[in-house]
């Protein structure tokens, strides 16, 4: 077996418990009541075994004595997952769990949150599907194959396809690469429910017009229903319906900033299946304030203060130890006066989402990169060249067309969330092709958010409302055009801090000595370089980053969340003088 390299062991979670991680209800905004659809999590300790491509037998997997361990979610990459070994191409990855299970409905799902890259799935020695991107979450029918008691198997290949969504992965992962990932990383769970039962939502909020739009997709849109919205727990509405299009007009409204997230709630009824879940109404736009174009929340002009987040974890990589550490990471960004982050590459739990609508934090999401990384033509000649040389387009037309699908899958899952503010497409030319195309198909999916289509460079038409620029290597400066300006990455000063970092290869850009040093430099970058611009038009800006991630020293906190580099005073003088 091949390990992964030994690096600094760094822990984020001292209370972890393998037995039962992770274990909440992983889908908030479609909850339903844990003991009346037998909902179950399925993490904790699974069997594995890993078998070589040429010598692999489906049948070997059945009735086989399995003496080894894995926590379930945890890619095996990972320390909390108990392996800590890197998968090969000709690796094939096979889970087992036994489980009992009663069906208290007329149907059962089986879910996934996520798993990379490609997976079979076979329940009680029956096939049941099959997925193929490593991303988002999936869920098979399996009422026909479960039993009281059950055999689950996942057969898990991860070759790390360059085209199929692999983000900041890498085998040799360096520098601005990361340990890969693989297998199970999001949590595995199963629930009945009725025969005619609600498979999704798509909930729209409407500010200027104070409506909500709720659609319901079901397997029978025919049925009666009935609806309750509450504000700080007091029914505001209740109606009843029979269609699956609902529209909802409000005399007054809440809104959902940053300052003040106010969330409504919702149960929804729906034949005999019931779910709850909520929205806010908040606004996210692009218009005209005083000669400059500019993003609106709620039709005012608003900075988005934002950090790049990778959202990496030294035990877990892609996998928190806890909720709890999530939700201390995001406190702590609000804390330090940021009010925005930018998902770099990657698609959390939707658990995280909802910490963020809940704690009131706006995110730009990432598209997730596929396609062969070109440091030369794609990081080298723009920086060079300041944002411009040529880029290349060279990708099969199914290639392409699966990374719209997957674009537009990323919409679909997380397009309940209110915090989201703005999709970004393509991030530095990494394979940009076809733009426009992918914008229009972007737009037509989703008209009530922002899109960046091309983050850092390669402009390539005049439909975007942004001039999007990554600057590092030089002085921030803009000039005014009729786009709204946003300063999408910048900054990533570096300063390693002894006993909390995970290698001892260093990589980030302007190197602090010292705390205070890193203070005072930071300081000075937004008062002088940032803060001067907004008068032409500059709405946001996204420092490099959040915590630092394995290589990479240029966190606000370190790998582990142990120290954390920026002082809530140098946060709250750059974030008061950023505000309008």
Known sequence: MKEVKSYNKLTTNNSFNKNNPLNYYPRPQLKRDENKSNYINLNGIWDYEIYKKDLFNINDIFNKSYNKKIVVPFAIESQLSGVEYNLLKDDILVYHLSFDYKKLNDLVLLHFGAVDQKCDVYLNNNYIGNHIGGYLPFNFEVSDYIKEHNDLYVIVVDELSHYLPYGKQRTDHKGMWYTPVSGIWKTVWIESVPNNYIKSLKITPYFDTKTLNVIINSNNNDLEGNIKIYLDKKIIKELSFNTNNINILFDDIKYWTPEDPTLYDVDITYGNDSITTYFAFRKFSVDNYLDNKVIMLNNKPYFMHGLLDQGYYPDG?????????????????????????????????????????????????????????????????????????????????????????????????????????????????????????????????????????????????????????????????????????????????????????????????????????????????????????????????????????EDEINGLMTYDRKVIKLTKDTGKIVSDALKH
């Open 317 to 549: 990589i892609y996998t928190p130890a806890s909720l709890d550490v999530v939700e201390k990471d995001l406190k702590t960004i609000k804390e330090l006066g940021f009010n925005t982050l930018r998902k770099h590459i990657k698609v959390e739990d939707d658990m995280w989402y909802y910490l963020c609508d809940k704690l009131g934090i706006i995110v730009w999401q990432d598209f997730v990169n596929m396609f062969p990384y070109r440091f030369f033509t794609d990081t080298i000649q723009p920086t060079i060249l300041n944002n411009k040389g040529f880029k290349l387009n060279c990708y099969k037309k199914n290639d392409k067309e699966f990374f719209i699908k997957h674009s537009l899958e990323i919409i679909d899952s997380l397009y309940n969330h209110p915090s989201i503010a703005l999709w970004t497409i393509f991030n530095e030319g990494w394979g940009e092709h076809d733009v426009k195309k992918v914008y229009n198909a972007v737009k037509e999916k989703d008209s009530t958010r922002l899109i960046d289509p091309y983050s850092g460079w390669f402009k390539v038409g005049n439909f975007s409302d942004f001039t999007s620029k990554h600057i590092y290597f030089r002085r921030i400066k803009f000039k005014k055009t009729s786009k709204c300006l946003i300063l999408t990455e910048f900054g990533g000063y570096s300063l390693m801090i002894d006993g909390h970092h995970y290698s001892n290869n260093v990589y980030g850009y302007g190197g602090c000595p010292s705390i205070e040093k890193y203070n005072e430099d930071f300081k000075k970058l937004y008062l002088e370089q940032v803060v001067p611009f907004i008068k032409i038009g500059l709405s946001a800006s996204i420092y490099t980053q959040v915590s630092d991630v």
